[in-house]
């Protein structure tokens, strides 16, 4: 019988990063999402299969700014992996990702895949370079993608690859050995 994989994942980053905008890139809009205007969460599904596994994949999209990170922590909870967005045009919200570790590491239990995402590749006013993007990707063992939300940048491939990552630990949770 074909089994059905859901997993929630976390997207989060300083404001105005592109998390919204590469959710809603990555659902494509044509899948059910609300906005859940009071809290300042979206919320979006994607499915996907990967290798013989449907899998879907409940997008929570966190509000960056200060003044929601009182009630975040309550977001994270039953979370398998997050995507971790900063925008390369500003170098600010790439000194800020320790802070984001910090607090997504206090409220799951457990070392979940993350996934990093360098967004909005498209501008031309880099604060970073390359190398240097790498180079905190190697260091901290997180597998890293440049995007774009706007022209549509390696956007899938930044979630596949948390999603296929997720279900590879719980492939081994559950064989027997
Ligand atoms: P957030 O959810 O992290 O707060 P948003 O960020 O998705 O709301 O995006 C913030 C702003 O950045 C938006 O611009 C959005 O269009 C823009 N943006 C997001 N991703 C990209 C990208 O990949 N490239 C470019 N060039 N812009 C991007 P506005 O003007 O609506 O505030
Ligand atoms: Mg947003």
Redesign the pocket.
Known sequence: MEQLRIFKIV?I????????????RYSDNSFQYEYIKTIGS?FFVRDLHIEEWRTRLLIW?L??DELFGRVRPIFYQGSFGALL?F?I?RRSTFDHLAGWLEELRANIEWDVPIILAA?????DNWELTESEIKSYSQKNAFPIYL?????D?KVAAAFNRLASEITGIIVKLESPD
């Open positions: 997207v980053g300083d404001a105005a990063v592109g998390k919204t905008s590469l959710s809603m979206n999209d509000a960056g967005v925008d045009t967004n909005k590749v498209d501008c995007t774009s939300a706007k022209t940048q």
